[in-house]
């Protein structure tokens, strides 16, 4: 069976950094696009980044260029979200998301699995 479980969300203070885990269980991940949501109260669920699978390549959405890093553990089966100088923009649910086909999509449609989600506040 397929799954996805984010973890790493928790309250922090403005400035500070979280590191998000989007495991996998039942599907390797080193042969799938895995991207980062979010969606905060009230939005549409908000595409972050992404990273390809072989070659690894990475793509970030303007509001976290420069302050999120996305890289992935195959000998763990692991996405990591590392995200530093937060600021309370960034609050939502964190969601990873993996799709076969080996594109970098920012539309929520187009990936097929998905984790429960991980809540960040970002709250002084």
């Known amino acids: 069976q397929l799954r996805l479980v984010e973890s790493g969300g928790g309250l922090v203070q403005p400035g500070g950094s979280l590191r998000l885990s989007c495991v996998a269980s039942?599907?390797?991940?080193?042969?799938?696009?895995i991207a980062w949501f979010r969606q905060a109260p009230g939005k549409e669920r908000e595409w972050v980044s992404c990273?390809?699978?072989?070659?690894?390549?990475?793509s970030y959405a303007d509001s976290v260029k420069g302050r999120f890093t996305i890289s992935r553990d195959n000998a763990k089966n692991t996405v990591y979200l590392q995200m530093n100088s937060l600021k309370p923009e960034d609050t939502a649910d964190y969601y990873c998301?993996?799709?076969?086909?080996?594109?970098?999509?920012?539309?929520?449609?187009?990936?097929?699995?998905w984790g429960q989600g991980t809540q960040v506040t970002v709250s002084s």
């Open positions: 998301a993996a799709d076969p086909v080996n594109y970098c999509s920012g539309a929520a449609s187009f990936y097929d699995y």
């Open positions: 039942g599907l390797t991940l080193d042969y799938y696009v």
């Open positions: 990273i390809r699978n072989r070659s690894g390549s990475t």
